[in-house]
Every structure is written in structure tokens, then in C-alpha cells.
Nanobody
Framework: QLQPVESGGGLVHPGGSLRVSCAAS????????VGWFSQAPGKVREGVSC????????SDSDTVKGRFTIARDEAANTVYLQMNSLKHEESGNYYC?????????????????WGQGTQVTVSS
């Protein structure tokens, strides 16, 4: 079972940028669709961005289009989420999730393997 590990969270000012990473050892992540999800305190977890297995086609939620970019680094076996122009309301725990073989990724909870999350705080 693939165990994603997130890193790169932290404190950033509103309007700032942050890049979070999702890595997994022992598995070739190009065979997996990977999604990023955010969960603000007291709210449900929501899909942010995802990247498909093999094709690397991507999908973003309407709220982050044009500001967030998901990308895969095959050599590093890592999927990144670059977040720009961050807003206060985007603070929360950011989770990475993976599902094997999905050539069309989804922004719902249709993933098998979930990480523990990394905290992102957007505050002045």
C-alpha cells in the first residue's frame, strides 16, 4: 500500500506563495493519480487539484484555477502543488492522496491511499 508523505507546509502572508510536496517510497508514482485536498478547521475536506496517472492531465477546483499548479517530478517520484496568491480562508491541513491507474483524476474522495497532511497557515 502506497503511503504518501506530505511536506512543505508553513506560515505565509496573504498573497504569498508556498509549495507543498507529496512523496512516496517504494512505489512509482507515475502509475498513480494524485490529488491534493484541503481541510479548514470545522469544514469538510475539499479537492483542490489532481494529476492523472500516465497522462499527467490535471484538474483544478474553480476556486484555485490560475493560482495553483499541480505537477509531477518523475525523477524525484514526487508530486508538487505550487500555491500562489494565497488567501486567508485557504488555511488548513493539506492532504495528498493516491489511487493506482486512474487516467482521469478526480477531485472527490475516490482515492485509496491518504497521507497525514501538512498544515498551511495564511496569516498576516
Amino acid at each position: 500500500q502506497l503511503q504518501p508523505v506530505e511536506s512543505g507546509g508553513g506560515l505565509v502572508h496573504p498573497g504569498g506563495s508556498l509549495r507543498v510536496s507529496c512523496a512516496a517510497s517504494g512505489f512509482t508514482m507515475t502509475s498513480y493519480a494524485v490529488g491534493w485536498f484541503s481541510q479548514a478547521p470545522g469544514k469538510v475536506r475539499e479537492g483542490v487539484s489532481c494529476i492523472s496517472a500516465f497522462t499527467d492531465s490535471t484538474s483544478d477546483s474553480d476556486t484555485v484555477k490560475g493560482r495553483f499548479t499541480i505537477a509531477r517530478d518523475e525523477a524525484a517520484n514526487t508530486v508538487y502543488l505550487q500555491m500562489n496568491s494565497l488567501k486567508h480562508e485557504e488555511s488548513g491541513n493539506y492532504y495528498c492522496a493516491a489511487v493506482r491507474g486512474a487516467v482521469r483524476c478526480r477531485l472527490d474522495e475516490a482515492y485509496n491511499d491518504w497521507g497525514q497532511g501538512t498544515q498551511v497557515t495564511v496569516s498576516s
